[in-house]
């Protein structure tokens, strides 16, 4: 569900708002966090190594999610050569650490949320439960459609950092084209009859949700 097709229901809308923000900034501050952590000041001296929203949103993913239930926050710049571990170790534990992230929130809430269902009918339960719903769901979403191994996304980097050196080369060549790939495939694929990206992660995210939340 897009932020777009809740507009004519503003409870929906703004529950929708706040899980969106929550779920970005603790991905993005994840990044920032552990690059620091393993020897890259790079995030910290761009102000990233935070949990304020308005250090993480990105204009185009932020709009993207609202469209089509999709995007991302604003990539977290690191320089891998800093890495006390080294450049493709560091990279791939600095991108799982955001999916990680979501997955352990979506945890921790989801015995909330569910203790929400039951919780009586005022307006104001009835919010904090959707809110806590949506929250758990978008954290899923986020998880699941970092991890697709194409650039620019985490599962990409994981992927490179994971393969054999020969293999990791090759794949960075897809850096370049990766990004024009992936936007094709969220705006012109559903309406190509294409959806290439919800057949991939919309099993997982339903499955996910209905083991949290559910039926």
């Known amino acids: ?58 204009p185009m993913g932020t709009v993207l999610l609202a469209l089509v239930g999709f995007g991302w926050g604003r990539p977290v710049i690191v320089n891998p050569m800093n890495f006390a571990i080294g450049p493709r170790t560091g990279m791939a534990l600095v991108a799982v650490a955001g999916p990680l992230s979501n997955v352990v929130l979506a945890l921790a809430l989801a015995p909330v949320a569910r203790s929400f269902a039951g919780a009586g009918a005022d307006p104001l339960t009835e919010a904090m439960g959707l809110i806590l719903v949506l929250t758990v769901q978008v954290n899923v979403l986020l998880a699941i459609f970092n991890l697709i191994p194409i650039p620019p996304l985490d599962g990409f980097a994981v992927l490179v950092g994971i393969v054999p050196r020969e293999i990791a080369y090759q794949l960075d060549r897809l850096r370049t084209f990766g990004p024009f790939l992936l936007l094709a495939l969220l705006i012109a694929g559903p309406f190509l009859g294409l959806n290439v990206i919800g057949f991939l992660v919309g099993g997982p995210i339903s499955f996910v949700n209905g083991l949290l939340l559910g039926p």
């Open 1 to 58: 569900m897009g932020l777009l097709r809740a507009a004519s229901d503003p409870v929906l809308l703004v529950s929708l708002a706040v899980a969106f923000v929550v779920a970005i900034t603790i991905h993005e501050f994840l990044h920032a966090w552990v690059a620091d952590r393993l020897g890259d000041s790079t995030p910290r001296r761009e102000g990233r190594v935070t949990l304020n929203p308005l250090r993480h949103l990105d």
